[in-house]
């Protein structure tokens, strides 16, 4: 019995760290824009805020700074689950990248009991609320801009299956409601002069704000718990082996999971008896590396076994 990787390691080595590499590119270039637009927007704002005093428009800029503070960790999550495996992590530090997701949730959480405390004080203590028209084209402008940063973001996120871009995605997408429903709730006051919808409104955004954390750490903590691919994934990988189901008896214990972007995948393979050892290890070879034109940076380990 014997443990099988596709033939050249270290040629498959380089060619992995070289994939790495340009992952890490990618990734770091598709959150320049968050970074950017959640700066601009966190500045933009502060300063209505000051201006209007919407508690609303307080909590959409608590959450835009979050958001800054969050992608900035992204960004050294991202570096960090690029670099080659070392003789101290010998399976990489894709981990770093589920751990920054992790992060971001926990963040997000204290932006939610930020908004909530606000909200509650101005709920006991109503204040007037100045220059509705101001805050609410900053509101529209917000919300605008994120839905293009949220979907150029889902596209990449989509394409590396990042855990990063995807809990940045999944807080913009957020931020899209969050920014239309404090514009809502000024328009409202401007035609009903009642203020108290502010702080309500307020906490209706809170609870967006602590559903996107929930869908973040739920996908984080799977990661960091070596859970399972998707059903529909770990269909498809068993679609792959079987189209090799010609040159071996038969195969169980897959075992799949995934560590930053990349997926491990093991399983046993049971081959005929009398099939010499090179030729089983040459045939298993094709299953991964069939395997790895799906998913490129999949690690695949197959434990070869003789027929019963």
């Known amino acids: 019995m014997a443990a099988t990787t596709p ?18 590119d990618v990734r770091l270039r598709a959150l320049r824009t968050p970074l950017l637009s959640n700066g601009l927007l966190v500045v933009l704002k502060l300063a209505v805020w000051f201006v209007t005093g919407s508690v609303s428009v307080l909590s959409e800029a608590l959450h835009s700074g979050v958001d800054l503070v969050v992608t900035t960790l992204q960004v050294i999550s991202v570096r960090l689950a690029v670099r080659p495996a070392d003789e101290d992590h010998a399976y990489g530090h894709g981990k770093f990248e589920n751990l920054g997701a992790g992060v971001e949730a926990l963040f997000i959480l ?134 090799h189901a010609a040159t071996y008896v038969s195969y169980h214990k897959l075992r799949t999971r995934r560590s930053g972007g990349g997926e491990f995948i093991d399983f046993h393979l049971q081959m005929p008896g009398a099939l010499p050892l090179r030729q089983a290890h040459d045939l298993s070879d094709l299953i991964v590396v069939d395997i790895k034109k799906q998913w490129p940076r999949a690690h695949v380990l197959i434990h070869l076994e003789p027929e019963a």
């Open 110 to 243: 204290a932006t939610a009991a930020l908004v909530v405390a606000e909200a509650l004080q101005r709920l006991r203590f109503p204040t007037p609320i100045s220059h509705l028209d101001l805050g609410l084209a900053i509101m529209v402008v917000s919300a605008v801009v994120n839905v293009f940063v949220s979907r150029r973001l889902e596209v990449v996120a989509k394409r590396e299956q990042s855990p990063a871009l995807q809990a940045e995605a999944a807080q913009l997408r957020a931020d899209v409601w969050t920014a239309a429903g404090v514009a809502g709730s000024l328009l409202v006051i401007r035609i009903t002069h009642l203020n108290i919808v502010d702080p309500i409104v307020s906490l209706m955004i809170a609870g967006l704000i602590v559903k996107a954390a929930y869908d973040v750490s739920v996908r984080a903590i799977a990661d960091l718990t070596d859970g399972r691919l998707p059903p529909q994934q770990e269909q498809d990988i068993r679609q792959v082996i079987e189209r």
């Open 7 to 24: 033939k050249s390691d270290s040629q498959g080595t380089r060619n992995y760290n070289e994939s790495l590499r340009r992952t890490g």
